[in-house]
């Protein structure tokens, strides 16, 4: 399978964090997707980019904060987050880029 510039499309960017850096361990990574990207869709993604196996794919939407910036109200965006459970096996280190 090739990628295709819509798999780009689909996953933005690695989250990395500490609370993904412990799901690493598990053998999951997590990754900031699209807001109207599917979990079929993401699998095939991951699968296409990385050359990996996907066991499960779990999705996540964070709800933007108000905060405030330079002393005016503002707003966070909505966040999408897929933690991708990998087979036994397989690896992708998000530290190198795409």
């Known amino acids: 399978m090739t990628a295709t510039p819509a798999h780009y499309d689909v996953i933005l960017k690695p989250v990395i964090t500490e609370k993904s850096t412990m799901a690493s361990e598990q053998g999951a ?29 779990n ?3 964070t709800k933007g904060k108000t905060k405030r910036f330079r002393g005016k109200p ?6 999408k987050k897929a933690y991708v459970t990998l087979e036994e096996g397989n690896a992708i280190d998000v530290s190198t880029g795409l």
């Open 29 to 57: 990574v997590v990754f900031e997707v699209a807001p109207d990207a599917t979990k079929p869709l993401i699998k095939e993604a991951v699968e296409s980019l990385f050359g990996v196996k996907v066991k499960a794919v």
């Open 59 to 61: 999705t996540t939407i």
């Open 74 to 79: 503002g707003r966070r965006k909505d966040v």
